[in-house]
């Protein structure tokens, strides 16, 4: 495939760093300036959080989570689905109290829901106290629009400019110490019909393979137990580059770099989930025994309608693929009830699916339509509570599944990474390569360390255990 993606370096236009922290030293309303960022949606938008934060603290913010004491106010904002849209409206209509009480406080928008035009008309007209907007494609602009927000004095908005490059070099301040993001590649083509990310967040384009393994090796070499390698569809990560660079290639030259790590990835297509691919995990070092695979219905005419490329053939194989190859594999899945038009018969195909799978854990949605997306305006006769009900239906199936599969994990010992010390006393949580939840007494000097744990007791889907 034509590479027409364009790769430059942030650096190259950075001096707005400078300028803003110049003005902001001064406009600070302490000693140093402080910013309070919050964060909606999945990891995309975390890591992208991560970058603003690297370039905010280069202009000598501090952070917060208390929005009463910040200077600069930013929701980085999730348009998968209706309810994570109202929150943000609710939680930004909140902050004009700030604004009226604290003038001087910037307010700021960012991430997918301001790449919908309809939505940023409505903050237009309706939140007059936003003083920034930029959508998922200026990010690399930001301290650029963030210096104009605080020199001009007029709202400045930025969205639907997809240039199609991806930035290198833009700052990143890690929220973690031991586990971290990686993104691997940014956008979607994949355009399945009920969703906006293909409209938030532009076409697909890759970093370049050096790039990404040099990032690995670095968060490896300061300490970096965990890496969560990132992209809407990474199974089809290169495709913008030469015909080496294949996401299970990445994987692999990851691998060969020497450490104490894990190496997850999230979100793999089943339309290009290859059998190299679980290969590839199951001859690895480092690779987490952990498949996310989102099969969204078990049914081949919906499946279809959603424009996901596969069947439930395929899937299946895939799955038991890998149940083959990966012993102990721990598979989860994203799952759309109530698309339109769906009958009561194919979503009892959704849960024969499951039950044939045996998920570890599944994320389940009821569909919410999307402005401007194709299901928008499929016909969908069902009711929201015939479609809460079927919803309910499928929660209940998968908790026994789930409690049995903690069940059968019971008398045997994996490996964790401790994560955090729990609020009960002495008892800390972390989890195994499949992305399990456990607890077990330990001393809190293990957080951020691997260690054997053995499972004494599964409470439903709760493991608890001893070190081992
Ligand atoms: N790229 C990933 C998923 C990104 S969105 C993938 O394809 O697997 C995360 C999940 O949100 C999706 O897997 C889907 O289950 C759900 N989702 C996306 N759009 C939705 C919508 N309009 N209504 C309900 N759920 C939706
Ligand atoms: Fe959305 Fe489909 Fe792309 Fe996932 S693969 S982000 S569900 S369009
Ligand atoms: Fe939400 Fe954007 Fe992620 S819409 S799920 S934050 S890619």
Same mark, same amino acid.
């Given at each position: 495939m034509a590479n027409n993606i364009n790769y430059r370096d942030f650096t190259d236009d950075n001096h707005y760093i400078e300028l803003a922290g110049e003005v902001m030293a001064i406009r600070a309303s302490g000693d140093v300036p402080k910013a309070c960022i919050r964060t909606y949606g999945c990891q995309q938008n975390v890591a992208d959080s991560e970058k603003i934060k690297g370039m905010l603290a280069e202009m000598g913010f501090e952070f917060t989570e208390n929005a009463e004491e910040a200077d600069f106010i930013l929701f980085n904002t999730c348009a998968v689905r209706e309810h994570a849209e109202d929150r943000v409206f609710g939680n930004v209509g909140a902050l004009k109290n700030i604004k009226r009480k604290r003038p001087s406080v910037v307010i700021g928008l960012c991430g997918c829901m301001m790449e919908q035009k309809h939505v940023t008309d409505r903050l237009y007209k309706s939140f007059p106290f936003v003083n920034l907007v930029f959508g998922t494609h200026s990010l690399h602009k930001f301290p650029e629009l963030f210096y104009n927000t605080i020199t001009d004095g007029k709202r400045v908005y930025e969205t639907g400019? $997809? $240039?199609?490059t991806v930035y290198e070099g833009i700052p990143i301040k890690r929220d973690g110490t031991f586990k971290g993001w990686l993104p691997i590649m940014y956008g979607c083509n994949n355009f399945c019909t009920y969703c906006i990310v293909p409209y938030t967040r532009g076409r697909e384009r890759s970093r370049k393979f050096e790039d990404v393994v040099a990032e690995a090796r670095e968060m490896i070499e300061a300490g970096y137990k965990e890496i969560t390698l990132l992209g809407q569809n990474v199974n089809s990560y290169g495709k913008n580059l030469d015909e080496n660079a294949t996401f299970a290639n990445l994987l692999r030259e990851i691998d060969k770099i020497d450490g104490d790590y894990l190496i997850r990835f999230m979100t793999s297509h089943p339309k290009d989930c290859s059998k190299e691919l679980i290969d590839v995990i199951a001859d690895s070092r480092h690779i987490s025994t952990h498949l996310h695979l989102p099969f969204q219905s078990g049914n081949d005419r919906v499946l279809k309608a959603m424009n996901r490329s596969y069947n439930r053939e395929k899937y299946l194989d895939i799955i038991n693929y890998a149940k083959k190859r990966i012993p102990d594999v721990s598979l989860t899945s994203d799952v759309i009830v109530g698309f339109p038009g769906e009958t009561y018969d194919e979503f009892l195909d959704t849960i024969s699916l499951v039950k044939e799978v045996e998920f570890t854990s599944l994320f389940t949605f009821i569909y919410s339509p999307r402005e401007g997306t194709p299901a928008a305006k499929m016909d969908d006769p069902y009711t929201a509570k015939e479609k809460s009900a079927w919803f309910s239906e499928l929660l209940k199936v998968q908790e026994e599944i789930a409690a049995k599969r903690c069940a059968e994990m019971v008398g045997k010992t994996y490996r964790v990474l401790v994560e955090n010390a729990t609020d009960k006393d002495g008892i800390l949580s972390g989890r195994t390569s499949g992305n399990i939840i456990v607890e077990f007494a330990g001393d809190e000097s293990l957080v951020g360390q691997f260690t054997e744990v053995k499972i004494t007791e599964a409470r439903n889907w709760i493991l608890k255990g001893e070190l081992a």
């Open positions: 400019v $997809d $240039d199609k």
